[in-house]
Nanobody, 116 residues
């Protein structure tokens, strides 16, 4: 298992940027996937971005070209850089660490609100 703590959520105007952080309680180098999900009111939780143990990244179509997932293994931290934010990006953003067949750990979430 791993404990995850997200931070960086805020109120931002459309077109603005935010960087979310996910701090892990231990090394993330052996975790198969570190992922960011989001959940808007009334919607299901959706996968936004992932980074594999080997560094391969994937993104939801809705955020491609605007969001970037990265990691700093020395700091046991995963980031989500969000640019050109839209009102439809408003959601609670959750960090997830997945070791296939072993555990799936979640953070408590951080609120991102995009509004003028």
């Amino acid at each position: 298992q791993v404990q995850l703590v997200e931070s960086g959520g805020d109120l931002v105007q459309p077109g603005g940027s935010l960087r979310l952080s996910c701090a892990a309680s231990r090394s993330i180098v052996s975790i198969d996937y570190m992922r960011w999900f989001r959940q808007a009111p009334g919607n299901q939780r959706e996968l936004v971005a992932s980074i594999s143990r080997g560094g391969i990244t994937n993104y939801a179509d809705s955020v491609k070209g605007r969001f970037t997932i990265s990691r700093d293994t020395a700091k046991n931290t995963v980031y989500l850089q969000m640019n050109s934010l839209k009102p439809e990006d408003t959601a609670v953003y959750y960090c997830n660490g997945l070791s296939t067949g072993v555990f799936s750990s979640w953070g408590q979430g951080t609120q991102v609100t995009v509004s003028s």
